[in-house]
């Protein structure tokens, strides 16, 4: 496997600073827009990366499930790797890889849980087996078998058969609220194009370019 030879070339455009919308949610909401006309698999899958209290980052995707000018949220059971890894350190970072359109966005910043009453929102639009699965699975830990797993889901069913399914309380959103993001539009010759937004003291945001 000659995985060295593996190249190709970013043409499909560029950026330039008149481009950018001066808030980088706004500018993140037109790029997403884009991308979910394209129809684009997955648009709203995003890598979070986190720390344990240990030092040692994790990554995982996860779904994006809203945004507006207070941050980016996504829900999770708050028993996982990765709410375990926010209370050890709220810093993390999102990582949106649109590679059909050669666009990348980073966002850097401070997760908190949303409210009780935003999680059971969420959760009560989720199809009923996801809602199921949310109690089912006790998410991180070690598991027998998958077929005790599906056992579990299985009681989880009889339990909640005929009536609504709660919120559980170990399940719930973050919201990542920004204080660096980054856009990316891949170049040609590897000089991409890389648009810095930083959150000043005063709450505006400054944009700087960056060298690919």
């Not at 949106?96 to 997760?111: D, I, K």
């Amino acid at each position: 496997m000659d995985l060295q030879s593996i190249r190709r070339e970013y043409l499909t455009g560029s950026l330039t600073r008149e481009q950018l919308n001066a808030d980088p949610v706004a500018q993140f909401g037109l790029w997403l827009e884009q991308a979910i006309k394209m129809e684009m698999v997955d648009p709203t899958a995003m890598v979070l990366a986190t720390t344990d209290a240990d030092g040692q980052p994790n990554q995982r995707v996860v779904l994006l499930k809203g945004f507006d000018a207070q941050g980016f949220v996504f829900f999770t059971n708050y028993e996982s790797r990765k709410s375990l890894d926010i209370a050890a350190n709220a810093k993390v970072s999102l990582h949106f890889p649109w590679y059909p359109v050669e666009r990348q966005v980073l966002v850097c910043g401070v997760a908190e849980k949303v409210s009780a009453d935003e999680s059971r929102a969420y959760f009560q639009s989720r199809p009923r087996e996801s809602q199921l699965g949310a109690w089912a699975s006790p998410q991180s830990r070690v598991l027998a078998s998958r077929e005790a797993m599906m056992e579990q889901f299985e009681s989880v069913k009889a339990r909640f058969a005929d009536q609504d399914i709660p919120l559980p309380t170990f399940w719930g959103g973050f919201r990542v609220r920004p204080v660096r993001v980054e856009f990316w539009q891949g170049g040609a010759n590897r000089l991409h194009d890389r648009f810095q937004y930083s959150n000043c003291v005063d709450g505006h945001w400054q944009i700087d370019r960056l060298a690919p």
